[in-house]
T-cell receptor, first 115, second 116 residues
Framework: GAVVSQHPSRVICKSGTSVKIECRSL??????MFWYRQFPKQSLMLMAT?????????EQGVEKDKFLINHASLTLSTLTVTSAHPEDSSFYIC???????????FGSGTRLTVV | AQTVTQSQPEMSVQEAETVTLSCTYD???????LFWYKQPPSRQMILVIR??????QNATENRFSVNFQKAAKSFSLKISDSQLGDTAMYFC?????????????FGGGTRLMVKP
């Protein structure tokens, strides 16, 4: 089946630095990828929809200058958390829509801790 | 906008027993898809079952089945012969095919504990 690889799985960074999270579709082309944020014991909150070759669509309340999304190829989308602060600490998950059917494959997530 | 509601924040069931997780949704659409996802402690999201709204027959996947009531906008998940590995968060999700990326709308989740 379709596989989405997400890296890194865990990252600790200092406040003020930037962190890049990668999401790759391994065996299919993903024209659309989604980025979610999940707080402990809560549901997934959609941050943005990433489309290959075009600008990402951000959900209301998500700072596009802080959470930079790039979808430069059909197999890779990246989320960069710029000038990270402790309140950005969270679990980030990517997802790709599988081709030819309405199904979604999720990455394994990235736990970001900003100290 | 669509909303998905899971009214049971937590549930528990004895191993080998059957449990039903509730999900209701609100939409004015006629064509859509519904999903149940499982998120175990590893936090990997795993598709459990999918239902197309135009299909009247309830979807089943081994021990997992749904009761899809379109008029009532209800989509419950039944887990039969519960196993310890079923312990996880379960999320109900809604998707309306459109030109805006076909995004998923998730419910708040139900934490299921299977007890030995």
């Amino acid at each position: 089946g379709a596989v989405v690889s997400q890296h890194p799985s865990r990252v600790i960074c200092k406040s003020g630095t930037s962190v890049k999270i990668e999401c790759r579709s391994l065996d299919f082309q993903a024209t659309t990828m989604f980025w979610y944020r999940q707080f402990p014991k809560q549901s997934l909150m959609l941050m943005a929809t990433s489309n290959e070759g075009s600008k990402a669509t951000y959900e209301q309340g998500v700072e596009k200058d802080k959470f930079l999304i790039n979808h430069a190829s059909l197999t890779l989308s990246t989320l960069t958390v710029t000038s990270a602060h402790p309140e950005d600490s969270s679990f980030y998950i990517c997802s790709a829509r599988e081709p030819a059917r309405y199904g979604y494959t999720f990455g394994s997530g990235t736990r970001l801790t900003v100290v | 906008a669509q909303t998905v509601t899971q009214s049971q924040p937590e549930m528990s069931v004895q191993e080998a027993e059957t449990v039903t997780l509730s999900c209701t949704y609100d939409t004015s659409e006629n064509n859509y898809y519904l999903f149940w996802y499982k998120q175990p402690p590893s936090r990997q999201m795993i598709l459990v079952i999918r239902q197309e709204a135009y299909k009247q027959q309830n979807a089943t996947e081994n021990r997992f089945s749904v009761n899809f009531q379109k008029a009532a906008k209800s989509f419950s998940l039944k887990i039969s012969d519960s196993q310890l590995g079923d312990t996880a968060m379960y999320f109900c999700a809604f998707m309306k095919p459109d030109n805006a990326g076909n995004m998923l709308t998730f419910g708040g989740g139900t934490r299921l504990m299977v007890k030995p």
